[in-house]
């Protein structure tokens, strides 16, 4: 079933929406402007007091939520954040389709999927709705910051939910591909990972749980994750790295699933800060983005009932070179 999302009283503004914020109806504090100040004890008490105060946090009917009103009145306020400087993402975006309903693009290592964190403008929702001048784009999936490759937008509410259930109903064949470090004990005459012969058809358990960074593997509980990995080839790459080049095809969607599974398998994805050591945090590095990529998207369109298959124009930097 399609979830159909809470509409905002405000409309999308220079490419950012408005954020939410639910407020409790019952607590110590005697007006919604002193839960907020509470909330947001971290910012400065007498400039949010006077966004109240100017009209600029409003209720679900769009209208201006006053410094008096009381506890109970609203579950929901809306506002627009301060939006941050920025450090643009030095890497674009490439749209490979446009139509009335569907907007595909090619997205580059680095940049988010939707604003999060400290990127805001610096997103690919963010810079699309711009770039089109449609307020109404939304992602139908997403992709990690880290990740390159395929996205796919909705472009009108209309037909929003018709897309979203092919992803609902796992009615997508998705397609990716990785590189990952060589094994030591790697044989090419008879190529296995953590000694499987290939392909591998790899299960786990993978739970993502809030605040946590990464997700957890259960090896207690019954597998609820899983990709087919087979080889595209070995060599060396670029930069001189004996590599191996996996093609990789989820049958499911988790939260990092195939970085956690070929971790797993003793090939964890070059670049990788995350798996299968969480690495100390530090700026990005542009020469060595994670090697991961979604390559494909294929399915039948809910629209015209027509094949519709895309393919990414991305390689990946440490790709071995066939002849080495």
């Not at 008096?68 to 490439?94: K, S």
């Not at 880290?146 to 009615?171: D, N």
């Not at 597998?223 to 095809?249: A, D």
Request: charged share 25%; proline share 10%.
């Amino acid at each position: 079933m399609v979830r159909v999302p809470m509409p905002s009283p405000l409309p999308v503004k220079n490419g950012v929406g408005p954020t939410r914020l639910r407020v409790p109806t019952s607590g110590p504090w005697a007006t919604v402007a002193e839960y907020v100040v509470e909330r947001f004890d971290h910012m400065d008490a007498d400039d949010l007091y006077r966004r109240f105060d100017i009209g600029e946090i409003v209720g679900i009917d769009g209208r201006p939520v006053g410094r008096g009103a009381a506890l109970g009145e609203h579950t929901f306020v809306w506002y627009y954040r301060d939006l941050p400087a920025e450090e643009p993402v030095p890497f674009q975006e490439e749209i490979l389709h446009v139509d009335d309903d569907l907007v595909v693009i090619d997205k580059p290592h680095f940049l988010p999927t939707t604003p999060g964190g400290r990127y805001l403008r610096e997103s690919a929702l963010v810079r699309l709705r711009t770039r089109l001048d449609n307020p109404d784009l939304t992602p139908i999936h997403r992709l990690d910051r880290a990740t390159a490759g395929l996205v796919m937008f909705s472009a009108r509410p209309a037909t929003r939910g018709a897309y979203q259930s092919l992803f609902e109903k796992r009615q997508v064949t998705k397609v990716y591909e990785a590189v990952s470090a060589r094994p030591a004990e790697w044989d090419p005459a008879t190529p296995a990972l953590a000694g499987r012969a290939l392909p591998v058809l790899y299960r786990n358990h993978i739970e993502a749980r809030r605040g946590e960074l990464r997700v957890v593997v259960d090896d207690t509980c019954e597998p609820n994750s899983e990709t087919l990995i087979e080889m595209l080839g070995t060599g060396v790459s670029r930069s001189g790295r004996s590599v191996l080049h996996t093609l990789l095809r989820p049958h499911t969607g988790r939260m990092h699933q195939l970085r956690v599974h070929l971790a797993a398998l003793g090939i964890g994805i070059l670049g990788d800060r995350w798996y299968p050591e969480l690495l100390p945090e530090t700026p990005d590095d542009h020469r060595l983005p994670l090697q991961l990529l979604a390559r494909e998207l294929e399915f039948v369109d809910p629209l015209s009932g027509l094949p519709r298959r895309f393919v990414t124009r991305r390689i990946l930097d440490e790709a071995p070179n066939p002849r080495g």
